[in-house]
Structure formats: structure tokens, C-alpha cells
């Protein structure tokens, strides 16, 4: 199990920029062997994927809705995983979470997680 923090989140105009960071601990096992995710959830809302990246950084696979808007990286060194969001739009607006497995990042995005963390609000005005 992997614990995580996210942060970063905040208000912006659309059009705007934010970069979300998620600082992760996995007990016992090493980071790098986790592959990571991004998702979100707004009001009323299921969750959803937003953006995966394998154990090193050499694979991403994102939504079609953030596709050449939103990069998904991450540090090893720092055990963090960043999401960095450019031309925001107002249906952008949720809660983002960050998850991780250690489990093909292609899979990411249907995998079954149980808990989360707190998650960080973005909200992008008109």
C-alpha cells in the first residue's frame, strides 16, 4: 500500500496554469516499483482517470479530455509524482487524487484502489 499526500491545487481563470504534486511513502517496497495515476472527481460526479505514468517515466497514457493540455512526471528521488495542467477549462473543476500499484501503468486507469487520500481542490473560473 502506498500513502499519499497531494497538494497544489487552487483557484485560476481558464486558461491558467497549476501543477499538482503528490508525495507518496510505500512501506516496504521502493517507489519506483509503483506506477502512478492521476484522477478526479467532481460534484456529482464519479471519479475518473486522468493521467497515468509507468515505474520510470517512460510511458504516459492520459484521457482524451486533458490529451495535450495536462504532463504527468514523476521524481524517484523525491517519491513524488507531479501533474502539470496548462489551458485549464472550468470543466477542469473537481478534486484531483493521485493513486499507485504496482501493476502495469496501461491498467491504471480501470484499477481498483479501496482508499485514497485527501486530494487537492482545483476550481477553474470563467
Known amino acids: 500500500q502506498v500513502q499519499l499526500v497531494e497538494s497544489g491545487g487552487g483557484l485560476v481563470q481558464a486558461g491558467g496554469s497549476l501543477r499538482l504534486s503528490c508525495a507518496a511513502s510505500a512501506r516496504g517496497r521502493t517507489f519506483s516499483s509503483y506506477a502512478m495515476g492521476w484522477f478526479r472527481q467532481a460534484p456529482g460526479k464519479e471519479r475518473e482517470f486522468v493521467a497515468a505514468?509507468?515505474?520510470?517515466?517512460?510511458?504516459?497514457y492520459y484521457a482524451d479530455s486533458v490529451k495535450g493540455r495536462f504532463t504527468i512526471s514523476r521524481d524517484n528521488v523525491k517519491n513524488t509524482v507531479y501533474l502539470q495542467m496548462n489551458s485549464l477549462k472550468p470543466e477542469d473543476t473537481a478534486v484531483y487524487y493521485c493513486n499507485g500499484k504496482q501493476v502495469p501503468a496501461s491498467t491504471i486507469a480501470t484499477m481498483d484502489f479501496g482508499s485514497w487520500g485527501q486530494g487537492t481542490q482545483v476550481t477553474v473560473s470563467s
Open positions: 505514468i509507468n515505474w520510470n517515466g517512460s510511458s504516459t
